[in-house]
């Protein structure tokens, strides 16, 4: 069966840097695109970032300039190199192997993802800013 499993949330000061990773078996990780969602508190989940199967990457404007997604895909590893980090940045991270072109910039939790199939997801991450 299909797992994605996250790891590096941890709680860090403003301006500090985290890296985010998340592993996945039990899918053909190069044909999937590579996202990660966060859901903050009181919040809808948002797409922060996406790794493409065609190469091409997204950053929302939030992190647009300081978050850097990367992937490995002989690791099936996908990466979110956090910088500058702000408190605003606090929320669950999610990643998400999602089929080519499906990309919802936001989803009341990661669970509605389950509308697109063949998508799946994690189990989250906690990153806590302060």
């Known amino acids: 069966h299909v797992q994605l499993v996250e790891s590096g949330g941890d709680s860090v000061q403003a301006g500090g840097s985290l890296r985010l990773s998340c592993t996945a078996s039990?899918?053909?990780?190069?044909?999937?695109?590579m996202a990660w969602y966060r859901q903050a508190s009181g919040h809808e989940c948002e797409l922060v970032s996406n790794?493409?199967?065609?190469?091409?990457?997204y950053y929302s404007s939030a992190v647009k300039d300081r978050f850097i997604v990367s992937r490995e895909n002989d690791r099936n590893t996908v990466y979110l190199q956090m910088n500058t980090l702000s408190p605003a940045d606090t929320a669950v991270y999610y990643c998400?192997?999602?089929?080519?072109?499906?990309?919802?910039?936001?989803?009341?939790?990661?669970?509605?993802?389950?509308?697109?199939?063949?998508?799946?997801w994690g189990q989250g991450t906690q990153v806590t800013v302060s």
């Open positions: 790794a493409r199967s065609d190469g091409t990457t």
């Open positions: 039990g899918l053909p990780f190069g044909d999937f695109d």
């Open positions: 998400a192997a999602l089929p080519r072109g499906r990309e919802p910039i936001t989803l009341r939790s990661i669970q509605y993802l389950e509308i697109i199939p063949g998508a799946n």
